[in-house]
């Protein structure tokens, strides 16, 4: 009890006095995360409405896949984010591994699946309700996606959120293909590992509850930007 | 844009596993007017309405219109028994065949606006469409399905389960139709409705057409002896 209180009061006095270094932790946690966060939306939310939409041989397979891949091991992808980009490895040139955009890169293949997955299952419904209207009116596969998109936005933002979640609060693969390098490549969950790690009860839970904050915080703007639950709507 | 008119269709059939929806159907459609398809239930009206349309797959023989398929499809319009309510506001779904035609927004919001208003519907264009009534629903698909002007427009029971009132106005916003030129394709399971609206029938029967003829004589002699009795309310099959 002690050490959450002791925790609790550490994380208060740097949430105030602003840490020069906890808010740099914490810019870079936002940074890596909504850049992943905005790729992973590039790539999964298209995709999502392309899969409800065309019918192709391996649309099924690729579903399965998705839903299976929801659950894909973090530390695995940065192993294999790491392996990639080595020195030695394909990517190796670019010299990206210990750099946030490495961090970037697994995170990002770490949520598409489950982006693209939830994405789906709205988008799905909302396809078998206007199926015949889209059809009828002759929309070309371009429209039909973009309706669709439009027109499913708000449970898309809580497939985006459900991502946010899953990248902010992950370790295992940004820990390995970022080194946590003070300075460079630290952010909240490496470092509350590292302070675990050390033994510094006090200033990890500090850095969970800010984590926690910060996570909390993202959610409630975004859902304030978008106006969900207010209004006549829903 | 090329005439549509006439429609033939030659021996159109259309079957899904081994049965047959409907057809062979021989028909031709020509001339403004508002022709009223009726027939009891399971002949196959709705299923040759999309035939016809084109969003159901024909399984045998032919229906041409007067020019290529591409701009036929284009030209017409469908209006369905539920209507299909984007989950957008009343304006934005009035306006959306107009944006799919890529017309600027600001002009297809100006005349979704004057169609909203022709079909009563101005005091709420920027409610959350399925939320509306059904018979606000159905007068806005309507005025959606006429937003672009299609030659020809086909209506699946425009009417069901709709109380009285919002009948007159769909039918008052259907005659208006036909007088601006638009050809009208109509089925419904309401004789009234049928001898009010029709210029000329369709009597569908186990998915053929059984009998057909101007409204006029159709209704006081009809020639066939099952129309006769499905006009007078028995339950033919």
């Known amino acids: ?234 | 844009m090329s005439a549509l008119l006439p429609l033939v269709a030659q021996g159109a059939m259309s079957r899904r596993g081994g049965r047959v929806l409907v057809g062979p159907v021989d028909l031709r459609l020509d001339g403004p007017g508002i022709t009223v398809l009726i027939g009891p239930n399971g002949a196959g009206k709705t299923s040759l309405l999309s035939l016809l349309h084109g969003t159901a797959r024909l399984s045998s023989g032919s229906i041409t219109w007067a020019c290529p398929l591409d701009e036929a499809r284009h030209a017409q319009a469908f209006v369905f028994q539920r209507p299909v309510m984007l989950r957008r506001s009343v304006i934005e779904n009035i306006a959306y065949p107009l944006r799919i035609r890529k017309v600027p927004r600001r002009e297809a919001l100006a005349r979704a606006e004057t169609a909203a208003r022709r079909v009563g519907l101005g005091e709420m264009l920027n409610r959350y469409a399925p939320l509306l009534s059904g018979g606000e629903q159905q007068k806005l698909a309507l005025a959606r399905a006429l937003i672009t002007e299609p030659q020809v427009l086909f209506l699946d029971e425009p009417c069901a389960s709709l109380d009285g009132r919002a009948m007159r106005e769909i039918e008052s916003i259907l005659t208006a139709a036909r007088a601006s030129g638009t050809r009208l394709v109509l089925s419904t399971h309401d004789m009234g409705q049928a001898r009010r609206l029709a210029d000329d029938v369709l009597f569908l029967l186990r998915g053929r057409l059984h009998d057909s003829g101007p409204a006029t004589t159709f209704f006081t002699r009809p020639e066939t002896p099952q129309a006769r009795a499905f006009l007078q309310g028995d339950i033919v099959e």
């Open chain 1, 1 to 234: 009890m002690v050490d959450i209180w002791n925790g609790m009061t550490q994380a208060v006095w740097l949430m105030l006095t602003l840490d020069p270094e906890l808010v740099e932790i914490s810019l870079r946690s936002l940074r890596v995360t909504l850049s992943a966060l905005l790729v992973a939306c590039t790539i999964a939310l298209p995709l999502a409405a392309l899969l409800a939409v065309r019918r192709f041989r391996w649309r099924r397979g690729i579903i399965a896949l998705l839903n299976a891949l929801m659950g894909l091991p973090p530390v695995v992808v940065g192993l294999v984010v790491y392996v990639i980009l080595s020195r030695s490895g394909p990517l190796g040139v670019l010299g990206l591994l210990f750099t946030p955009t490495a961090m970037i890169v697994a995170q990002t293949v770490i949520i598409v699946p489950l982006i693209a997955s939830v994405a789906h299952q709205s988008i799905r419904e909302l396809w078998a309700e206007y199926h015949d209207l889209l059809i009828s009116m002759n929309v070309s596969e371009t429209q039909k996606i973009r309706t669709l998109l439009w027109d499913s936005r708000r449970a898309l933002l809580t497939a985006a959120l459900a991502g946010f979640g899953r990248a902010i609060g992950e370790v295992g693969a940004i820990m390995i293909v970022g080194g946590n390098i003070d300075h460079a490549t630290r952010v909240l969950t490496t470092a509350i590992a590292l302070e675990t790690g050390k033994g510094d009860f006090g200033l990890a839970l500090a850095l969970g509850f800010v984590l926690i904050a910060l996570a909390v915080a993202v959610n409630l703007s975004i859902h304030w930007l978008g106006r969900t639950e207010r209004g006549d709507r829903w």
